[in-house]
């Protein structure tokens, strides 16, 4: 008979949580699992799926908008609370299968918030629960800028339970949650502002990718405004919101309906006893960890946002399973961070992985840049505006392909296979010599034959 309860308890019922414990469980562990919220975590709840589903809404308009060229017809109108309530359906569908799976899997679901008493003890509503194993995977949480009148603002989280379709809508921070939620936005009709304070949008992005978006952002309507700092917010008695911005010079007053924090994430690690049980934490609060997700106490690990590595669901869910493997697979498993596929769901959406060319710059001798940009066939006909661009970075003395990025119509599901390619290794010639998909945007991945030197 075990010392131990469990042999795993799991905080946190997300991407990274839920995968660690049903692996776990099905090595024939025993496993439980403590969620403060709803099992799913961040991705299904309040985070990749129902933004997702926010952004085809969105792309409706511009389809209708086409669909006249090509000889449709249709009145077509929104509504917010339609969508809202049909997203909130199959989130609760999406919630009930994460629980079905936890019970098939055996594993038990606490429901209620876990903190650590000591490295082998965890406290939920009251109660302990002792397990030979914890593995913390209590996610992320936006951080909220510290301006006067912040309260009025919103963060995703709230922004996907909106009573009403805000029409003015300033978005604070310009990464990657706040040019999906201007797209969002404005694709449903808003009036949207983006104000960042960095030099350009997406900071981490390939250049000419961040260039692109941004240009194409502006041509659409959005009002994106860079070196812009929000330094206060004021409710008017009408009920509509005064944010008062700086661009360089004067300040200025933006009258809006709602205003949007994507001004990053930070770990959720207060409160969870961890310091106490002598658990590392980063200057952002992050839990340090090893290659094999393992703290600085070796019973205890973390996987996914809470270790602030790769914050992105696919990147959790793998971590989530090495740490389950290692501890009852019989085999040391140690997540490759490198070459990860990144999507940003804006309008145009953005599919990248690799290096960008400013990295292989800084990474390789001698850098070869292929690029192509476009306009998708289907804009023929209906003369929308809208530019593809394509581009391999290529390190020139193995001609290995370090980084791949695209933005237009489809790029996260191109980049996807393309991916595949980076992740093995193969070289510009290897992609020459694949024969394309012929009309395709993706078959420029295949076909890019200009060169140039990386830009130093
Ligand atoms: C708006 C938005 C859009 C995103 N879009 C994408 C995307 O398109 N693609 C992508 O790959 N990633 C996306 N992400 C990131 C993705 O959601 C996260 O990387 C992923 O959910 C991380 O999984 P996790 O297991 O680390 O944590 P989470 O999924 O956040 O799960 C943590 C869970 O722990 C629970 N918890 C916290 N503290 C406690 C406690 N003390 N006790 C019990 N339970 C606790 C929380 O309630 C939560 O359910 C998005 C995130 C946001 C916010």
């Known amino acids: 008979m075990s010392q131990f309860d469990y042999d795993l308890f799991v905080i946190g019922a997300g991407s990274g949580g839920v995968r660690a414990a049903r692996i776990a469980a099905g090595f024939g562990a025993r496993v439980a699992v403590a969620e403060a919220d709803r099992p799913g975590g961040t991705c299904v709840i309040r985070g990749c799926v129902p933004k997702k589903l926010l952004v085809y809404a969105a792309h409706f308009r511009e389809e209708l908008e ?25 989130i609760a569908r999406l919630e009930d299968i994460y629980r079905t799976l936890l019970k098939t899997a055996g594993v038990s679901l606490y429901e209620g918030r876990a903190f650590l008493v000591d490295p082998h003890t965890v406290e939920i509503a009251a109660r302990r629960y002792t397990a030979r194993h914890m593995l913390v995977a209590t996610g992320g949480q936006p951080v909220r800028p510290d301006v006067p009148g912040a309260g009025f603002a919103i963060t995703s989280d709230e922004a996907f339970q909106l009573a009403e379709m805000p029409r003015r809508v300033l978005i604070v921070g310009g990464g990657y949650v706040g040019v999906e939620f201007g797209g969002i936005f404005h694709g449903l009709g808003a009036q949207v502002t983006i104000a960042y304070r960095g030099e350009q949008i997406l900071r981490g992005f390939d250049d000419d990718v961040r260039h692109h978006l941004h240009d194409e952002l502006a041509r659409k309507g959005l ?4 070196h812009c700092d929000s330094r206060s917010i004021e409710r008017r008695a009408d009920g509509s919101l ?13 009258e809006v309906d709602a205003i949007l924090f994507a001004t990053g994430r930070q770990p959720a690690t207060a409160g969870l006893g961890l310091e106490a049980s002598g658990v590392q934490l980063d200057a952002h609060g992050a839990v340090v960890v090893d290659e094999y997700s393992r703290s600085s106490v070796p019973n205890i690990h973390a996987v ?6 790769v914050a992105l669901t696919p990147v959790a869910i793998r971590e989530g399973a090495a740490v389950a493997t290692t501890l009852f697979g019989g085999r040391r498993v140690a997540m490759d961070h490198r070459d990860v596929p990144h999507a940003v769901f804006s309008q145009p959406p953005v599919g990248t992985v690799g290096l960008s060319e400013a990295a292989a710059a800084a990474a390789y001798e001698s850098v070869d840049v292929y690029t192509a940009t476009f ?9 929308r505006n809208e530019r593809t661009l394509v581009k391999l970075v290529v390190d020139a003395a193995t001609q290995r392909v370090v980084g791949a990025h695209m933005v237009g119509p489809d790029a996260p599901e191109i980049i996807q296979g393309i991916a595949i390619a980076v992740k093995a290794g193969l070289t510009k010639e290897q992609f020459d010599a694949t024969v394309a998909v012929h009309p395709t945007a993706a078959e420029e991945f295949v076909t890019l034959r200009d060169k140039r030197a990386a830009r130093r």
Not at 66 to 90: C, H, M, Q, V
Not at 223 to 226: E, G, K, Q, S, T
Not at 242 to 254: E, S
């Open 223 to 226: 009002d994106v405004r860079l």
């Open 66 to 90: 086409d669909a006249a060229a090509y000889g449709w017809s249709a009145d077509a109108t929104f509504s917010w609370p339609t969508l809202i309530a049909n997203k909130d359906r199959e």
């Open 242 to 254: 005064a944010a008062t911005i700086v661009t360089g010079g004067a300040p200025q007053q933006l």
């Open 375 to 383: 306009r998708p066939l289907k804009n023929t006909l209906s003369g």
């Open 304 to 309: 996914g946002d809470v270790t602030n590595r």
